[in-house]
């Protein structure tokens, strides 16, 4: 990637921010397994948790993905969980950070300096930035 004055972009800061976007959605937060255990139902209320648990399995098939759930029915507080002891990526818990740290590296003015890139180095459902291969983006 070249800035259109001709200076590449300072790599290090680059590979940070994929890092801080790779990596940090993964350091999730999910409840101990104590606290699950002990809100988990038995008898006729377990038959409907499994049934529960069938049709999560069954989204999953189908849109090949992994779900995660937690609700509680804050009416009688009972609880439906299914992989609550897994962590799972959100995907704007990074945006704070990566910001962060862009603009501790750059002013407000090199962030409307705009950047090209050509086709090749898109990544996979980059619905805007495909959008502007022609042209460029500023930060």
Known sequence: MKR???FRVNKFILVLIILLIAVVPLAGWSKP???QSAHRDKGPKKK???HLSQQFARL???????LGVYALDT???RTVSYRSDERFAYASTYKALATG??????SLGQLNERITYTSKDLVSYSPITEQHVDTGMTL
């Open 75 to 77: 009416g009688n507080h």
């Open 4 to 6: 259109r004055n001709g």
């Open 33 to 35: 397994a104590e606290h």
């Open 101 to 106: 740290a862009l603009l501790r590296h750059h």
């Open 60 to 66: 999953e098939h189908t849109y090949d993905a992994r």
């Open 48 to 50: 409907t948790a499994d």
